[in-house]
């Protein structure tokens, strides 16, 4: 595959306005809870619904800077000169506009900039803007002539500023080290202006900010210091610039130029160019070398192929799931060892279909799938239509679909999952392994204070997946902890024999409360769970043997110990009950219900 150039003018603002662009966002509290005090919670929730109308009304008239920050950069609406001037300094408003960041709109405009045309806003410095024919990314609601006789005319507007490029704010997830200098805890985020405001298909370069796979695979992404990093497809930077807080070195590369001009632009404006590298390239086409962590959020969509209307950061050339099976087969020769991988994507479920897990051939490379959601073709199609800015009940509506459909029946596709796939090559040496390199740990929050961290012995690598269609508990460090504790115990699992697990001590988790259900009158429960509220907050069934071993699990008694005395007090056998609670402590431990004493 050939990188497609960009076809939509890039903004070329210097590091120096960029720098000062940031003092001012922080200045006017362009955070997502001063936005959020800005326009309501309800509107707030509108624009996560992706309805822009509400927030456009409540800052209607409004000319505040964060009003008019927020209009220019989140709500597309266009701003008089005067109230950007003020917001921004004459001077950085002036360079900004220079850059081509901004474009200048002349005569009347809807005070809530919806319903205009579209017309294309030349590059900077060039002759006949809108001349170009095509609406896409770079397009700009234009002033309309107002055609009414001049005595029925409106006083004309002062002019107003457009910004070419939309500018988020992203609140840092748990788990990101923060703190490393003032107002980190919040970055700024350059993409494109998306189906939020504007009502036509996107283009196919469109490079998307943060949406919810985004979001996701921040909080998902291990989080212990490491040399090197890769963020393969970088789209608008977020994982990059959040890697750049714990890695000597960050490579970002993408397929797309005008994603790497936009993830160029982020890490400028959040201070932290100097520790990412952008290279151009598919997949691991640019990247020879191997790194101690790979992150990356790949245009994983099965989308029928040859087709016109492509999104780049979304559909990655190849039939199927293909790009995820290639993407996992690769990625063990890019891990250093005790190297750690994390991705989202999507797999087909079909006749004879193999999960995940079997994609990779690498026997020193364990990978862990959790499988969030499955869906149909239908719906799986409506999605991904929907997502590209397609309405309803028109001719590219009903065709897409059509294509779609007929894409996944000619593989004989009745269902299609989405979900995490975490991958960890194993030290050289694959014993001992160091909770601190690996980035395992014990699980923070309520069960943090047993010292359970690391592993007691070796490890080996698995092939795990599981299907988690439920809310998460409440992880205190964040969901990538108790992942990368899960996948570290896993390991640890597949090494350890029946003997090691009998001679190990356990420690339950603090957040492990037993519930007992009872028929009226009835002295003996008839079912006893066990449920977690952290890690992902399952219910297990539980018997008065295994509520006995997790009530003194303490870390003071071997399982084995455990299990003589409560044989006695059971009068089964000690060799049978022995076992039995080996079993299920197998499926505990990853859970993180407990954990071994180390």
Do not use: K
Request: aromatic share 6%; glycine share 10%.
């Amino acid at each position: 595959m050939t990188p497609s150039p960009a076809s939509a003018p890039l903004p070329q603002p210097d590091v120096a306005c960029l720098r000062a662009l940031a003092e001012r966002l922080r200045a006017a509290q362009f955070t997502p809870a001063g936005l959020r005090a800005l326009w309501g919670v309800d509107a707030d929730a509108a624009l996560q619904r992706n309805n822009a109308t509400p927030a456009r009304l409540r800052l209607r008239g409004r000319s505040e800077p964060q009003a008019v920050l927020a209009g220019l950069f989140v709500l597309r609406v266009p701003q008089p000169v005067t109230a950007v001037r003020a917001a921004l300094g004459e001077e950085l408003c002036d360079a900004l506009t220079e850059s081509g960041l901004f474009v200048q709109i002349a005569g009347t405009a809807p005070a809530l900039g919806a319903g205009l045309p579209l017309v294309r806003a030349a590059a900077p410095g060039a002759a006949g803007a809108g001349a170009a024919a095509r609406s896409d990314s770079s397009s700009v609601p234009a002033a309309q002539d107002d055609p009414a006789p001049s005595a029925a005319r409106p006083a004309a507007s002062p002019p107003r500023l457009m910004s070419r490029l939309a500018l988020t704010p992203y609140a840092v997830p748990t788990g990101v080290p923060r703190g490393q200098r003032p107002g980190d805890e919040t970055v700024w985020l350059v993409s494109d202006h998306g189906t939020l405001t504007q009502s036509e298909p996107v283009s196919d370069d469109f490079v998307l900010g943060l949406g919810g796979a985004g979001r996701t695979l921040a909080e998902i992404t291990p989080r212990h210091r490491v040399h090197s990093a890769l963020d393969l497809g970088t789209g608008c930077g977020i994982q990059a610039i959040l890697l750049a807080r714990h890695a000597d070195r960050v490579v970002a590369t993408d397929f797309s130029i005008r994603a790497l001009h936009l993830a160029a632009l982020t890490a400028q404006l959040n201070g932290v160019e100097e520790s990412i590298e952008f290279r151009l390239g598919s997949l691991f086409d640019p990247v020879p070398e191997s790194f101690d962590l790979i992150v990356s959020n790949p245009p994983f969509v099965i989308t029928p192929q040859g087709r016109d209307g492509q999104l780049e950061y979304r559909d990655g050339g190849m039939e199927g799931d293909g790009i995820m099976r290639t993407l996992l087969a690769q990625t063990p020769g890019h891990l250093r060892p005790d190297g750690h991988a994390v991705f989202l994507g999507n797999w087909e479920y079909g006749p004879d279909t193999v999960d995940p897990t079997g994609w990779v051939g690498d026997a020193q490379t364990s990978i862990m799938v959790i499988e969030r959601e499955r869906l149909d073709p239908v719906a799986y199609a409506e999605t991904w239509i929907r997502d590209g800015g397609v309405a309803r009940a028109t001719q590219r509506w009903a065709a897409d679909t059509e294509a779609w459909l007929t894409d996944l029946a000619s593989r004989s596709v009745d269902r299609i999952g989405f979900g995490w796939v975490r991958m960890h090559r194993l030290p050289d040496e694959a014993s001992g392994l160091d909770a601190t390199a690996s980035g395992a740990g014990a699980e923070a929050g309520a069960g943090a204070e047993n010292s359970a961290a690391g592993t007691p012995g070796s490890a080996a690598a698995v092939r795990h997946f599981e299907e988690l269609d439920q809310p998460l508990g409440a992880n205190a460090a964040g969901i990538a902890a108790h992942l990368d504790t899960r996948l570290a115990m896993l390991e640890w699992l597949a090494a350890a024999d029946d003997a090691e697990l009998a001679e190990t001590a356990f420690v339950r988790s603090g957040d492990v409360t037993e519930h007992r259900h009872f028929m009226p009158g009835q002295e003996a429960p008839t079912m006893i769970t066990i449920e977690q509220g952290t890690g992902f907050a399952r219910t297990f069934s539980s018997d008065a043997a295994l509520s006995g071993f997790l009530g003194v699990a303490d870390g003071s008694l071997t399982l084995g110990a455990v299990a003589a005395a409560l044989s006695g007090l059971l009068e089964v056998e000690e060799s049978a009950l022995r076992a039995q609670l080996i079993g299920q402590v197998r499926t505990l431990v990853p859970a993180g219900v407990v954990y071994p004493q180390v």
